[in-house]
Each structure stands twice: as C-alpha cells, then as structure tokens.
C-alpha cells in the first residue's frame, strides 16, 4: 500500500582522473523493518512506514531472516557472475518503485525530468518528458535519482 518496508542506500565516492587507484568506491548498506510495532515509528512515518511483523501480524526471527536474506543475495551474485549485469534488470524493473512516475535525475551536468519509463543495467535510465522524446540516461551518468516535486 505504498508503506515502505525496507530501503538500499548506495553512495558512491569519486576521486579526481589524477588521483592514484581506485578512483571510485560504492558503499551499499540494506535496511529492514522487521519487528517494529506501529506505535513505535514517529507519527509523522506511521502512514509512510511499516514493518514485516504489522504486514504479516507476526515476529520474525531476525537471525533466520539476515541468514535468508544473504542467500538470497549470493544466488543473484553468482547470476550476475554467470549472464552479467543485465540478468537483473528484469528483477530491478519489477521492483522499481519509480519506474511509470514523475522523476528528476541529476548527473555531473544538469537535471532531467520526466516520467521514468525504463531502467535497464546495460542500457540506463529511460526518462520521457511531458513534451517531446525519451531521453536516455546512462547509469554512470546517474549522480542522483528522486521523485520529482510538484
């Protein structure tokens, strides 16, 4: 229902061209609501945020879920190893949360708005403006990707 259950932040460091290797560093870090009652999110979060135990009215052993949680991750690691990058971009496009709404991407040189209407791991980023042709947006052109504002 729009609640969100969980979130990926990625942040990713660049160095200057004359800057010894590695010039660039990606830190991931995977965050989940697992057995937060309701009343314990702030009222402002309560319509926005929720958590696996008020989805399924249960607790949940966090141990076991970590432990699913990294197998779940090593089998897509070991798919991405196999058929590239591109394999999860049909898992990504499902899950998108942005993907068919109003978006701004930034990059190193301006901010483009439009409807995002593809994500592909190979391809980029597919906006389509309210007027004229779709734009795409190659993925390491992407400093940032939000919700547009009204």
């Known amino acids: 229902d729009g609640r969100k259950v969980c979130g990926v932040l990625v942040e990713r460091r660049l160095r200057p061209a004359d800057a010894p290797p590695p010039r660039s560093a990606v830190v991931i870090g995977i965050g989940l609501n697992v057995n937060i009652p309701e ?3 702030p009222p402002v979060l309560r319509d926005r945020a929720t ?4 989805l399924a009215g ?12 990294l197998r779940r ?6 798919e991405t190893l196999r058929d590239g990058p591109a394999s999860l971009s049909a898992a990504w496009r499902d ?4 993907l068919g709404r109003p978006v701004r991407v930034l990059t190193a040189s301006e901010a483009v708005d439009g409807t995002l209407t593809d994500v592909d791991l190979d391809r980029g980023l597919t906006l389509t403006p309210s007027h004229g042709e779709p734009t795409l947006i190659p993925l390491d052109a992407v400093l940032a990707l939000e919700p547009a504002t009204a």
């Open 39 to 41: 009343t314990a999110f």
């Open 51 to 54: 958590s696996l135990s008020i």
């Open 58 to 69: 249960r607790d949940f052993d966090r141990s076991e879920l970590a432990r699913d949680l």
């Open 73 to 78: 991750l090593d089998r897509r690691y070991d």
């Open 95 to 98: 899950r998108c949360e942005h």
